[in-house]
């Protein structure tokens, strides 16, 4: 298995509601990810986890609140959010933290109103 | 800082003209160079690792090689469905873990 996956594939939410993506692999991957993109940008990196631990958070509001309850699963706690956070939310994931490929998830479309 | 500047921004092609795509990046000791192609909507999707100059990988149409500075992505007579934005992305350093991205090319296939 060489996928990784993600629910909901689209979701609208008030910018009072509390809402969780989720994220899951099953390739033994000990490295998670997660990315925003807006429309014609790249990926911005926002966490990684290794090892079920939060190594990085790149400066992301507290409004945003990873989780990961086990090696295969990635959480991502959204509660507040404003209309600029509209935008495709990616997970991926690699072997290890390294000079690996990270594989990526097909995305939840994420529409604040 | 990682830097990546892809070009062309856009590319559009005929079914069959073989083309190619830029990657030039600046980075303190390259330890990877990661090429991703992306459909509308979706996840980016891996299609090849680079380490080191001189070095080529090739899938079915694509071929990608590397050099100290640049890297290009070779589509050989493509087809309406290789229409997708390719993403080139770089990894250098002490940075364990960071894939800075460019901004990406799309390719555009007319049949």
């Known amino acids: 298995d060489t996928e990784v996956t993600q629910t909901p594939k689209h979701l609208v939410m008030g910018m009072t509601n509390k809402k969780s993506l989720k994220c899951e692999q099953h390739m033994g991957h000990r490295a998670m990810y997660w990315y925003k993109q807006k429309a014609k940008k790249p990926p911005e990196l926002m966490f990684v986890?290794?090892?079920?631990?939060?190594?990085i958070n790149e400066s992301v509001p507290s409004r945003f609140s990873p989780e990961c309850p086990n090696s295969s699963l990635l959480n991502l706690h959204l509660h507040a959010l404003q209309p600029e956070d509209s935008a495709l939310y990616l997970c991926a994931s690699s072997p290890i933290l390294g000079v690996n490929e990270q594989f990526f998830g097909p995305g939840t479309r994420l529409t604040v109103l | 800082e990682d830097q990546v500047t892809q070009s062309p921004e856009a590319l559009r092609l005929q079914e069959g003209e073989s083309s190619s795509l830029n990657c030039s990046y600046t980075v303190s000791g390259l330890r990877g160079l990661f090429w991703y192609r992306q459909d509308p909507g979706k996840g980016p999707e891996f299609l090849f690792t680079?380490?080191?100059a001189g070095e080529e990988k090739e899938k079915e149409r694509l071929k990608a090689t590397l050099t100290k500075k640049e890297s290009f992505l070779h589509i050989t007579a493509p087809k309406p469905e290789d229409s997708a934005t390719y993403l080139c992305a770089v990894q250098g350093g002490s940075n364990d873990y960071k894939l800075s991205f460019g901004a990406g090319t799309t390719v555009t296939v007319r049949a």
């Open positions: 986890y290794s090892y079920e631990k939060l190594s």
């Open positions: 680079l380490y080191s």
